[in-house]
């Protein structure tokens, strides 16, 4: 599946942002997808993902409770809702696709979508 990430930007301290990543195909409804993020100099790290049915959503420490994955199969799209954000989320934003779902390792992510630059001023 083909993914396109979108919705980046620069924002203040405390400000919301809401990330989309749209999918090429109808298969997009059999996949767990989610939301990874990478720093310049650090390593891509897990952010959310979420189930098939959408039923089950999983989060960093670093993020739990500021922000929200959700999804829209009949859209084919996925959604990162960020709230209260801070200086240390700026990093781009990676959607991805077809792994398992408490997996939090990039190397069993099977598709992923083109970065998104979210940038967080203080």
């Known amino acids: 599946v083909q993914l396109q990430a979108y919705g980046g930007g620069l924002v203040q301290a405390g400000d919301s942002l809401r990330l989309s990543c749209a999918a090429s195909?109808?298969?997009?409804?059999?996949?767990?997808v989610g939301w990874f993020r990478q720093a310049p100099g650090k390593e891509r790290e897990f952010v959310a993902s979420?189930?098939?049915?959408?039923?089950?959503?999983y989060y960093s420490d670093s993020v739990v409770g500021r922000f929200t994955i959700s999804r829209d199969s009949a859209k084919n799209t996925l959604y990162l809702q960020m709230n209260s954000l801070k200086p240390e989320d700026t990093a781009g934003y990676y959607c991805?696709?077809?792994?398992?779902?408490?997996?939090?390792?990039?190397?069993?992510?099977?598709?992923w979508g083109q970065g998104t630059l979210v940038t967080v001023s203080s």
């Open positions: 979420i189930s098939r049915s959408g039923g089950n959503t």
């Open positions: 991805a696709a077809d792994f398992a779902l408490r997996s939090r390792a990039p190397q069993d992510v099977q598709s």
């Open positions: 195909a109808r298969t997009f409804s059999y996949y767990n």
